[in-house]
Nanobody, 117 residues
Framework: QVQLVESGGGLVQPGGSLRLSCAAS????????MTWVRQAPGKGLEWVSS????????TYTDSVKGRFTVSRDNAKETLYLQMNSLQPEDTAVYYC??????????RGPGTQVTVRS
């Protein structure tokens, strides 16, 4: 069965950095586009970034362009999200999801990212 486990979240000051990881199992990781989504307190699910199976043509929501970088290691079946210049509005639970963005696609339990001074 599909398993996705996120890690790397935490508390960071504005301007700081975090690197999220998502360990995948139960499916052929290299076959799928993978996606990061987030949910801020009291808000709906928001697409953050996606990367194709070939690690090419990553896409980002406008609010994170130039600050976040998505990557993947197909040999390790792991998805990453490098987050720099973090701002309070980036505070959310971050989830990795299999496939392009869809609220119904499988995703992990999430990792909390909190940005405050």
């Amino acid at each position: 069965q599909v398993q996705l486990v996120e890690s790397g979240g935490g508390l960071v000051q504005p301007g700081g950095s975090l690197r999220l990881s998502c360990a995948a199992s139960g499916f052929i990781f290299s076959y799928y586009t993978m996606t990061w989504v987030r949910q801020a307190p009291g808000k709906g699910l928001e697409w953050v970034s996606s990367v194709s199976f070939g690690n090419s043509s990553p896409t980002y929501t406008d609010s994170v362009k130039g600050r976040f970088t998505v990557s993947r290691d197909n040999a390790k079946e792991t998805l990453y999200l490098q987050m720099n210049s973090l701002q309070p509005e980036d505070t959310a639970v971050y989830y990795c999801s299999r496939g392009p963005y869809s609220p119904t696609n499988p995703r992990g339990p999430g990792t909390q990212v909190t940005v405050r001074s």
